[in-house]
Each structure stands twice: as structure tokens, then as C-alpha cells.
């Protein structure tokens, strides 16, 4: 069974709550995700407003766990102050931590990064990174305090699914016992199951759902694309070879020159 | 005095951060709160007196991915 800090995850997709064109499909898409854990931000709000009160109810409805993120923070600082508010709205010691680096890319900034989980890890908050797949960083990391890893597939939003198989898969070679969750980047359910098929624990994923035509049917095909990828991974899939191999024994066949 | 919210220059009377937050209308409303870019626990709002020219932000839950 798959644990994030000693909590037992059932569901292997996880799903962000930004950009459905209504609460009622969001709702749908969560249900026939089958995803037990949303993430969610905070922002500002006026008096009166009421729009977090509306959204929280919604949530709580669904059912799931919630991962606050710090999405939007240049710095550590920023980050930090926005992990403890999140942690008081939310109720939880989790906290999806992104420090982000580079306006265009959305590339986590690897200095920032480790230097906020520190922090936030010795103040016991459990850490969920937005990181690269680069394994200098993933270890200094872990050497932070953080127990569970997300290395992006792709810049957020774009839906180029994984553009550095090489990267990821050395990745979960080197910590073949730390959970890592492909967070960001995806776009097809195919990508998803590419990820899994490679040892990942888990992904997570927004924009892909969101932004498809039907978010809910889209929801349900990552979520089937995640169980496939899974099962394959843990059957042991063969070794690719260059030269053919028949698949019908050679031997008993007739002659018939 | 006047205080900088969520960005905004307002005009309050009150100056605890718990009276403010009525003050604006927040009420009962879940909210989480930073004073000059610090946390502010909601049990510490009402022995934090803001002066004039803090900046305060007011969070709520809110969709994100």
C-alpha cells in the first residue's frame, strides 16, 4: 500500500481543483476520477466575499484529502508564510511546496526550494515538493526533511507529458524507496501510464482534465490510463530487443515447399 | 487609520487584527491572515494591534492544481 508521511493512499491519481468550467463538473470529474486526494491553494478574498467559504464546502463534499500548494511564490519567505496560512485554513500538515524559479517555464527554483522544505519540515509541516528530476536536488531534499518527491513531466499547463524519460527514470532508479509522484506536464492518459509503467507511485495532474471538452470522461481515462500503468509496472513487463522474436513456436510447422 | 489590505489602501478604526477583520466584513468568513508578509494565527488576532501603514493579506481556500 502506498503511504505519503504514514497515510495510507488509495488511489494513485491525484487531481487539482483549478479551472473547471463549473463547481458541478468539477465535482463530476473528481467522482469518476476516483481520486482521493485535491489540491487546492489560497488567495486573497474581500469582506464579504465569501467565494472561499462556497469553495471549501464543495470539498469537503467530495470527500478527499486536501494538498494546499504555495503555487505562485517566487521565494522562500513568500512560500513559507503562505505554507502556515494554508495550514490553518486546511487543517493539515501537508503542503505541496512550489518555489518557483523561472517566469516562463514555472521551473522550480532548486536553491529556494531546499531551503524552504528545511524550514517548513523543522517546523513540522510534511512537505510534498514541486521539484526537476534532477538527483543532486531530490537528495539534498530528503536530506531537508522531505519524504515524498514530485518531479514535474513537463513545465505546468503545457501537457507535453514526459519530456525527459531519461531524467525520471534515473530518478526512480536512484530512490527506489522514496514515493514520487509525476506532478505537472501531463496531458494524455497515456502519458500517465507511461509514468506509471516506469515505477512511479503516483501523478498529479490539473490542466489535462480541466481544460479537456468532457473533464469528467477525461478524468475516468487517467484514471483507468494510472490503474493499467500500474498493474503493468508490477507485472514485470518484458525487455524490449532490437531483433524479432517469433511468437509462434517454429518447431511442428509444415512444409509445404 | 489607513492600512494596506490585500493590496488595497482601506480606512479602519479598529487597530486588533480580530476587530479589523469584523471591521471588514470577514465575520465568520474562513480566513487565514499575514501581517507585513508574517503568518498571524487565528488565536493571535486579538492581542496583535496593527499601527497605521501595515500591510495586511487576507486568504481563503481557493481552487488550485
Known sequence: MLRFYGTEIGSRLMLGTAQYPSPRVLADAFRRSGAGIATVSVRRESGGERAGTAFWDLVRELGVRVLPNTAGCHSVKEAVTTAHMARELFETPWIKLEVIGHTDTLQPDPFGLVEAARILCEDGFQVFPYTTEDVVLADRLLAAGCEVLMPWGAPIGTGLGLT????????????????????????????????????????????????????????????????????????????PRDMAAPSTPVIGKAFLE | MKIIVNGVESEVKSTALSEILDELGYGDAKVATAVNERFVAAASRPQLRLVSGDRLEVVTPRQGG
Open chain 1, 164 to 239: 525527459n524519460v531519461y531524467g525520471l527514470r534515473t530518478l526512480r532508479a536512484q530512490f527506489p524507496d522514496v514515493p514520487l509522484v509525476v506532478d505537472a506536464g501531463l496531458g494524455l492518459p497515456s502519458q500517465a501510464a507511461r509514468a506509471m509503467e516506469m515505477g512511479y507511485d503516483a501523478v498529479l495532474l490539473n490542466t489535462a482534465v480541466a481544460k479537456a471538452g468532457d473533464p469528467a470522461a477525461m478524468a475516468e481515462a487517467f484514471a483507468k490510463a494510472v490503474e493499467a500503468g500500474r498493474l503493468a509496472y508490477e507485472s514485470d513487463p518484458m525487455e
